[in-house]
């Protein structure tokens, strides 16, 4: 697990400092309006519109960007798009496993894209449910280490149904069942322990390891898939070594 954890955190930082940003401000947006359109507008009552909300002022989306869409879920401004969520399986180069989210309006339009940029990048593409039986549905709570031992955060959320608590260097990530996810993030929230994120997430049951070229063509797929639009998270079963994404991080 620990490969797949730093590379998401590699992954987050380059989001957060190159051209990507427009692209996550975007994603993030969808999904406020989503969460509204799903639980209502209020966030008080409604902690998948709350955490999201949260998430995008963390990672400054303008409040403007936020209003807008919290306000365009819930109805109370036109202009909210249909959004439907799917779910594409397939391999990317050296058969590592892909689970491939899009939220999109268009579906044809999203599947075509996928399939293209997979193809192109030595991947194919899977039948559905060739690939998700390889994966678990968990819940993680990303939140800033501030100071926090690893083992009083786990006795913290441990009743709550956390399984694990990972170091992710600045920060730990916290793993549950999906079920527990709002028991965890409620659990932190009633202790004041402030959060990044709580989402939904996949996490593969066996690991692929990759050497440096396996890994830059992995990373060239991903690149690929999240300059669509309409994909809103790529997971893989992949694993990269920490000498390799040293080497990674340094291109």
């Given at each position: 697990m620990a490969g797949?954890?730093?590379?998401?955190?590699t992954k987050h930082k380059k989001a957060?400092?190159?051209?990507?940003?427009?692209?996550?401000?975007?994603?993030?947006?969808?999904?406020?309006?989503?969460?509204?359109?799903?639980?209502?507008?209020?966030?008080?009552?409604?902690?998948?519109l709350y955490d999201a909300i949260q998430k995008a002022k963390k990672l400054s989306v303008p409040n403007d960007n936020i209003e807008r869409a919290r306000k365009r879920g819930s109805g109370e401004e036109a202009g909210g798009a249909d959004w439907e969520l799917n779910l594409y399986e397939g391999y990317g180069p050296g058969g590592v496993a892909m689970l491939i989210e899009c939220l999109t309006d268009n579906r044809n339009r999203a599947a075509s894209e996928v399939r293209s940029r997979v193809t192109k990048a030595g991947g194919n593409m899977g039948d559905p449910g060739s690939v998700a039986y390889m994966f678990e549905r968990k819940g993680v709570v990303v939140l800033p280490k501030d100071g926090q031992e690893?083992?009083?955060?786990?006795?913290?959320?441990?009743?709550?149904?956390?399984?694990?608590?990972?170091?992710?260097?600045?920060?730990f990530e916290i793993v549950s069942g999906i079920n527990?996810?709002?028991n965890v993030r409620n659990a932190l929230k009633d202790a004041g322990v402030e959060?990044?994120?709580?989402?939904p997430d996949y996490r593969a049951d066996v690991e692929v390891p990759l050497?440096?070229?396996?890994?830059?063509?992995?990373?060239?797929?991903?690149d690929a898939l999240?300059?669509?639009?309409?994909?809103q998270n790529v997971w893989t079963n992949m694993s990269i070594p920490d000498e390799v994404l040293a080497e990674l991080e340094e291109e």
């Open positions: 797949h954890s730093k590379w998401a955190t957060a400092n190159d051209a990507k940003r427009g692209k996550q401000f975007a994603r993030l947006v969808k999904n406020i309006e989503v969460a509204a359109r799903t639980g209502g507008g209020d966030p008080a009552a409604n902690p998948t690893e083992d009083d955060l786990l006795m913290l959320v441990i009743d709550a149904g956390a399984e694990e608590v990972n170091d992710l260097g600045d920060s527990d996810l709002m959060y990044d994120s709580a989402d050497d440096l070229a396996g890994a830059r063509k992995m990373v060239r797929l991903i999240d300059d669509s639009d309409d994909v």
